[in-house]
């Protein structure tokens, strides 16, 4: 498998998605803006939003696709078939209870995540109802997530990244042609969810058929508990669970802390989120995606150097896009934060406030990104307790920091607390490989930091300077120069930092790699 063309094709439909991403989140900001009901919504979106990346996709993926793998690899498809059949039916029925209970508990469930909602009783009510309706999500979640793992393990990887292409479009619909006629608009951002989730269920199914791995569900879940590789892989979803729950629970606290904060926090936070996820998409995910089936196959192999090779050529990608991404982050927020979302009802104190949050989230990107690369080096070793561990001291950490920096930053000292603590969390990682002789760094990486260092200080040079000379937030500067000027100003930065590599002898057919 030539890992460059896997990776651009994943980071392609992964750039699509993100795109209709940034496109919805445009819809949404000048639609509703930052006010009360759109922290309603983040609230109730991150509910179901943080049982799925708990349940489904974050511990079940960590704790499947290494076990699936080895199935594949050295027990053949029947006994593969079968394992995914009793996944599948465990899962599913474990997701339904989790519906059903989360549904009944759901104002409680939001009352502890947004205490400061509940001085305003309409929006609290808007985020239970919305809630409520989203929640079946996370069940739709599960599946998608265990015909990822499937697909993947396949090295099927375009529909699977493709698929949240289609919640963003139920987003985009939603916002354009339901939310108009509603009473409360808001709500219709709800209904976008569910239909997204059940959209994404659909195109897998097809794939699924294709390789002879569409799952069987029993509602018997007893078939499933008995099978040997159900066990194994509920075994490792234990600590995958609180790996996965330190960073979430860590999420549910600094949703807590914004709520307590003026109106419109939450949402801007939001807003940050969006712009940061498409870096640490782009890269992060779409890397860990294709690394995790292949670090797991070189495991099975006990191919201890092509497994090394693998995690070093990883983390010189990610260095080489990453960190002139948290460049731009933190150079150009207020013109990013103005051209995507100024429109409407999203003002210039929002404009602000959210390039605030985008200037602290550049601080850690390179951490954020490196952690999803470093992860799955454990992961495919199906050593999910060291992860653990450094999770947990990491969230606490985080929580530490916030008390420091909330008072002095307000919103935007959340979003440093996650960038400090995801820098904490990768080199955390990175030393325990390194301890264990897992990773074995390959010989350059001394002048390759100098030559990228060296680049991103003229890429920062351009980008402040041509930046300056253009007014971001007048009221009178029209979106489409805006539009303009940031298209200008990021050709300047992407020539400046790719030609300077050039200039200093950088090659970039070095990344060219086929997996054994």
């Not at 990610?318 to 995507?340: D, E, K, Q, Y």
Request: glycine share 8%; net charge positive; proline share 4%.
């Amino acid at each position: 498998m030539n890992l460059h063309k896997t990776l651009a094709t994943v980071s392609g439909m992964t750039m699509l998605s993100r795109v209709a991403g940034l496109i919805r989140e445009i819809l949404f900001a000048r639609a509703f803006g930052a006010s009360a009901y759109t922290d309603a919504f983040n609230i109730a979106f991150r509910i179901p939003n943080l049982l799925r990346r708990l349940f489904a996709e974050g511990a079940f993926s960590q704790a499947f696709v290494p076990i699936l793998g080895e199935y594949k690899n050295q027990k053949g498809d029947a006994a593969t078939k079968e394992l995914v059949d009793h996944v599948a039916t465990v899962l599913s029925l474990a997701m339904l209870a989790t519906c059903i209970i989360g549904i009944l508990a759901t104002p409680v469930l939001v009352y502890f995540l947004a205490t400061g909602l509940k001085d305003n009783q309409d929006a609290f009510h808007a985020s239970v109802v919305m809630t409520r309706i989203m929640f079946p999500y996370i069940g739709f979640m599960s599946f998608v997530a265990l015909a990822g793992g499937i697909l993947n393990t396949w090295r099927e990887f375009k529909i699977p990244a493709f698929t949240s292409v289609l919640l963003n479009l139920a987003f985009i619909v939603a916002s354009l042609f339901v939310a108009p006629y509603l009473q409360q608009p808001i709500y219709a951002m709800a209904f976008a969810v569910l239909v997204g989730g059940i959209l994404q269920v659909a195109i897998q199914v097809p794939a699924l058929r294709k390789i002879g791995m569409l799952p069987r569900i029993s509602l018997n879940p007893m078939i499933g508990l008995r099978d040997v590789g159900v066990q194994r892989v509920l075994k490792k979803m234990g600590p995958a669970v609180f790996a996965v729950s330190a960073a979430q629970i860590s999420l549910m606290i600094n949703t807590n802390i914004a709520s307590r904060l003026e109106h419109g926090s939450v949402s801007w936070l939001s807003y940050g989120d969006r712009l940061m996820e498409f870096p640490t998409a782009l890269l992060g995910v779409a890397l860990g995606t294709i690394l995790l089936p292949s670090l797991s196959k070189a495991n099975a192999d006990n191919d201890r150097a092509e497994y090394s090779s693998l995690l070093d050529w990883g983390l010189r990608l990610t260095f080489l896009l990453a960190l002139p991404s948290a460049v731009g982050l933190a150079t150009l927020s207020i013109p990013l934060t103005s051209t995507l979302f100024q429109h409407g009802k999203f003002d210039a104190n929002s404009v602000t406030m959210t390039s605030k949050i985008l200037i602290a989230y550049g601080v850690g990107l390179i951490g954020l990104i490196v952690v999803k690369i470093l992860a799955p080096g454990f992961y495919a070793k199906q050593d999910i307790r060291t992860p653990v561990k450094i999770a947990i001291g990491v969230l606490l950490a985080t929580q530490a920091m916030n008390y420091l920096f909330v008072p002095i930053f307000k919103v935007a000292g959340l979003a440093l607390s996650i960038s400090i603590g995801a820098c904490l969390n990768a080199g955390f990682l990175l030393w325990s490989l390194l301890r264990r002789q897992i990773y074995k760094p390959e010989k350059g990486w001394g002048l390759y930091l100098v030559r990228l260092v060296g680049a991103l200080f003229l890429m920062a040079a351009v980008a402040l300077w041509s930046a300056g000379q253009f007014d971001w937030t007048g009221p009178h500067t029209s979106s489409l120069a805006r539009t303009g000027a940031l298209l200008v100003v990021m050709a300047a930065c992407g020539a400046t930092y790719f030609g300077a590599l050039l200039i200093m002898g950088f090659r970039f057919r070095e990344f060219i790699r086929v997996a054994r």
